[in-house]
């Protein structure tokens, strides 16, 4: 078979796919039936376009093959029931004209409707970030699977479970109304997130961390004037444009001594380029992006903005309060001023609850104390940090760390 | 569809630090929905030690008194509601001044 045919109909399934199912779900109230349809009529492409030719659109072919089937195999269902609910998707579609070219203007809000269903709310996080990558990314069962590590029948029942709670608990297939819209979308915002960071939480799956952004791209289409939206894809983007030169050889590397020429310049240039248009109130997912893209534009650590960076953890600060963002902040205050200004935010925090028993402070006292020449009272912070840290690869970087002052 | 909200205390909350914001008065609540054709019947019940349970098995009648099982959360009342979806139950519930002491459990009727 011509490799041709087959890249003509991955190119039309990757634009397609997710509009056809959210469309089918739509009309038949049935996912599992809207999934298999189009799987079945990619199945049917293969066979047929090799021997009749690719059809002059294949995006409206695959969409009317599609729609006939899932009518089918409705109208061989028993029930009358079923039948008539046929009869309600047949008038539906017949409404759209299936053997129309694809509308993409009104079918833009079903793949809406069908990323707000999957994030609800009511659907327990595990289920939602499932149904997301099954539905809306359009990954199978098996990959889903492997990627959070457990086996296959597992999250077959998982998504079997999430779907039947769909309709059980009355979960509508609709955009929420405008009032709920911010927090329904930050909903939508915290999923992919997960996602992104499940990319590089310890089991570290690269392929999780690749789909958060196509799925950032894919929200980013469907709601332009959400600068949260966009702003999470450029915070994805830019973390993950750092990716190859933070872990070299198994070992974490530091902002500072990253080597930037082995930054994704690809990523970097698209993060750049997703900016926040201007008279916003800059949300936490724009302001953590901004701090990343101000780091992008720097070449090194000392050329790095920091007085940029202080005021946008100020402004980060006063959205979405964190111990963890007050010591980031102290860390570039004593970039932007003085290791001793750093080390007097620093103490600022030194009794937070949520602060002890964790490694980041004395590290990020023991970074402000070395930069001020302090290389003794470093080295006894490193100390401190080394047995409370997390991971062995951030215990290996403390103890670089460590062996680079000229301490006792 | 409709919907029965199950009302319930949360007796282990700390109820100092309610914050009533966008709720209403349990009396303003039910004319808003009442009039607005949402709440079609609801009621407070009597706590859980004034219930009496039924069951039976093979095919002897018992007939207990207290609730069918311990549980943490007592429920106090129930209303009946006509919406169209759960965002739209979900809407009315959140209004309601128990959502805020106590909890609400939404469960739409099986059609």
Not at chain 1, 156 to 185: C, F, S
Not at chain 1, 315 to 340: D, F, K, T
Request: glycine residues 6%; charged residues 30%; hydrophobic residues 45%.
């Amino acid at each position: 078979m011509g490799d041709d045919v087959r890249e003509t109909l991955a190119a039309a399934m990757a634009a397609e796919r997710l509009r056809i199912v959210a469309s089918l779900i739509r009309t038949t109230r049935d996912w599992d039936l809207a999934e298999d349809a189009v799987a079945d009529a990619a199945e049917r492409a293969l066979l047929t376009w090799p021997r009749d030719g690719v059809p002059r659109n294949p995006a409206a072919w695959l969409t009317t093959t599609a729609q006939r089937r899932a009518l089918d195999v409705i109208r061989r269902a028993s029930t009358e029931r079923v039948k008539l609910e046929a009869l309600g998707a047949q008038q539906e579609l017949d409404e759209q004209g299936g053997d129309q070219p694809v509308d993409h203007g009104v079918l833009t809000d079903d793949r809406l409707r069908l990323v707000f269903t999957c994030c609800h709310p009511a659907l327990a996080m595990e289920a939602r970030v499932a149904l997301t990558l099954k539905v809306v990314a359009g990954l199978s069962t098996g990959e889903v699977a492997r990627m959070f590590l457990v086996p296959e029948p597992t999250m077959g029942q998982r998504l079997l479970r999430a779907k039947k709670r769909i309709a059980n608990a009355a979960i509508p297939y609709k955009v929420p109304e405008a009032a709920d819209l911010p927090e329904r979308v930050d909903g939508v915002l915290a999923v992919v997130y997960l996602v992104f960071t499940q990319g590089y939480a310890g089991g570290a799956v690269p392929e999780l961390a690749e789909e958060a952004i196509r799925l950032g791209r894919l929200l980013r289409d469907l709601m332009p004037e959400e600068d949260e939206v966009t702003g999470l894809l450029a915070l994805m983007l830019a973390h993950h444009a750092r990716r190859d030169a933070r872990l070299v050889d198994g070992e974490l590397v530091t902002l500072e001594h990253q080597d930037r020429t082995r930054w994704d310049r690809a990523a970097v240039d698209e993060a750049l380029s997703l900016s926040m248009p201007p008279g916003r109130v800059p949300g936490p997912y724009r302001l953590q992006a901004e701090l990343a893209l101000t780091h992008l534009r720097a070449t090194d650590a000392a050329d790095t903005d920091w007085r940029r960076i202080v005021r946008l953890y100020d402004r980060l600060l006063h959205v979405q309060p964190s111990p963890v963002v007050s010591l980031n902040r102290a860390i570039a205050v004593g970039m932007a001023e003085s290791p001793a200004v750093g080390l007097l935010a620093l103490a600022d925090l030194a009794h937070h609850p949520a602060l002890q028993g964790l490694h980041l402070l004395p590290a990020a006292r023991a970074d402000l104390l070395a930069r001020a020449g302090r290389d003794a009272e470093a080295a006894a912070e490193l100390d401190r940090a080394l047995t409370l840290a997390p991971t062995e690869q951030e215990r290996r970087q403390l103890a670089r760390r460590r062996a680079e002052l000229a301490g006792p | 569809m409709k919907f029965l909200m199950l009302v319930s205390l949360d007796p282990s909350r700390d109820r100092s630090d309610e914050d009533l914001t966008g709720t209403l008065e349990v009396e303003d609540w039910v004319t808003k929905y009442d009039d607005a054709g949402v709440r079609l019947l609801g009621s407070q019940v009597r706590m859980a030690e004034d219930a009496t349970s039924v069951t039976r098995r093979e095919g002897k009648l018992l007939v207990t008194d207290g609730p069918y099982a311990e549980t943490r959360e007592w429920i106090v009342g129930f209303d009946v509601l006509e919406c169209a979806d759960l965002d739209e139950a979900i809407k009315v519930a959140a209004e309601h001044p128990m959502a805020v002491g106590g909890r609400l459990e939404l469960r739409p009727f099986v059609d």
